[in-house]
């Protein structure tokens, strides 16, 4: 391809560089010197024709602007057609500004971290629970911590049932526990996720009402108590804890397990750990709960709890393991 361009042909050949302004107005006038002698020679430099007389002079001088022109057009149309060939005849060198290319790497987001993708330290001291971790069973799971005198009996049967399964503390019970400036983050086994106040946990111990012996294991309890009022308010348990916190905790000290046996342990999120067995199977030293008269107890080690005490053997109500 040809490296002219049209501009650099226009301006090689400037006209009046080539030309002269004075040249490119068609006067009548006589030069300086022509001009003393003009009265005497007039006649001689006249002629008549048709049209008047014609300054012989100023025909001179435009037919050599015309011829100059002419040429110039000549040379124009030349070039033009050498470009539009691709003939190179002495090609005005063309320097192109070059543009640096700089290689972009492709867009890779940095992603923030989810809140509660974190490590746990099974040693960390978080306030609202106690020092229990790494999976410590209750010093006493009967009357260490037992139900007052609301009808929350369910959510005490899997608390406890939970406590012995997988340690006490909720840090071993949920898969990570977490404390921000002004709540708790938690998330459970299930995948579930709580975010629960300072306030909503002061809220829910205190209107758990639970009693015991152990201080730490109250504490744990009513923190597990919390957690799981959070998530009945999340899920809308009873069709009217979805109001408001308190009327999660109302529909947790109202009796459960309407549907079934079992939903307390879903709100601590072990639905894969559970599973329906006869209460022959409790009998026999299989961890779980068993409901029967409108009343829920744990079983431990072949025993129900009573009220903070150690009872004798189930032998009939429904029954749920955790495993």
């Not at 543009?99 to 099974?122: G, H, I, Q, W, Y």
């Not at 404390?179 to 002061?202: C, H, I, S, W």
Request: proline fraction near 5%.
């Amino acid at each position: 391809m040809s490296h002219y361009l049209i501009r650099d042909i226009v301006r090689a050949m400037d006209i009046k560089q080539a030309v002269g302004v004075d040249m490119l107005a068609v006067s009548h006038e006589l030069p300086a010197p022509l001009k003393r002698n003009r009265q005497a020679t007039y006649s001689r430099r006249c002629i008549s024709n048709a049209r008047g007389p014609v300054d012989r002079l100023a025909v001179g001088r435009q037919a050599k602007t015309a011829n100059t022109l002419l040429a110039l057009f000549a040379s124009l149309v030349t070039q033009l057609r050498s470009l539009i060939s691709g003939e190179q005849d002495e090609p005005c060198p063309v320097n192109p500004h070059r543009v640096k290319r700089e290689l972009v790497p492709p867009f890779s987001p940095t992603l923030e971290p989810d809140t509660l993708a974190f490590k746990p330290n099974a040693e960390a001291d978080i306030s609202g629970l106690s020092s229990k971790r790494g999976g410590a069973k209750p010093d006493d799971i009967w009357g260490g911590f037992r139900q007052g005198p609301d009808g929350n009996c369910v959510t005490v049967s899997a608390i406890k049932a939970a406590m012995y399964r997988f340690g006490q503390s909720p840090t071993d019970i949920y898969q990570q526990v977490a404390k921000f400036n002004d709540g708790y983050l938690v998330q459970m086994r299930d995948g579930f996720k709580v975010l629960l106040t300072d306030k909503e946990l002061a809220y829910g111990a205190r209107n758990a009402r639970f009693k015991g012996r152990d201080e730490g294991m109250v504490k744990d309890a009513q923190f597990l108590f919390a957690v799981s009022a959070k998530r009945a308010q999340m899920e809308n348990n009873d069709g009217f804890a979805a109001r408001s916190y308190q009327a999660a905790i109302r529909s947790l000290n109202d009796g459960e397990d309407e549907r079934g046996p079992g939903e307390a342990f879903l709100r601590l999120g072990l639905r894969k750990h559970m599973r329906t067995v006869s209460v022959h199977e409790l009998a026999r030293g299989q961890l779980g709960m068993c409901n029967r008269r409108g009343h829920s107890v744990a079983v431990i080690n072949g025993r129900e709890e009573i009220w903070g005490r150690k009872g004798s053997a189930p032998y009939w109500g429904d029954a749920i393991a955790l495993v």
